[in-house]
Nanobody, 125 residues
Framework: VQLQASGGGLVQAGGSLRLSCATS?????IAWFRQAPGMEREFVAA????????SYAESVKGRFTISRDNAKNTVYLQMNSLKPSDTAVYSC??????????????????????WGQGTLVTVSS
């Protein structure tokens, strides 16, 4: 599967951005991870192929929303109330699950074997 992430940019604290991850197939669980300079990659959010099940890191709960439009093979990450600590390169990743009805997903990066290029999000104070 090919993944194409987009939507990053510079925003002031309290602002919003929506990231998109275009995929070439919908039979994948998709997750967003981020990596700030000098920091380890961390989980942000995940969504099952069915879009019924989602998971969020505690640091983004209530502020970020992951969703998907399987007709467009696109996963979105709506980010609201952004903080300077959200500054990072955001990458989407895919894990093949074999069915559009799958409810599975993972929160660890080693469970994903397809990665898109990252998109930089910079939140200014």
């Amino acid at each position: 599967v090919q993944l194409q992430a987009s939507g990053g940019g510079l925003v002031q604290a309290g602002g919003s951005l929506r990231l998109s991850c275009a995929t070439s197939s919908g039979k994948y669980a998709i997750a967003w991870f981020r990596q700030a300079p000098g920091m380890e990659r961390e989980f942000v959010a995940a969504i099952s192929a069915s879009a019924v099940h989602t998971s969020y890191a505690e640091s983004v709960k209530g502020r970020f929303t992951i969703s998907r439009d399987n007709a467009k093979n696109t996963v979105y990450l709506q980010m609201n109330s952004l903080k300077p600590s959200d500054t990072a390169v955001y990458s989407c990743a895919a894990r093949f699950v074999g069915s559009f009805r799958s409810s599975s997903y993972d929160v660890t990066p080693d469970q994903y074997d397809h990665w898109g290029q990252g998109t930089l999000v910079t939140v200014s104070s």
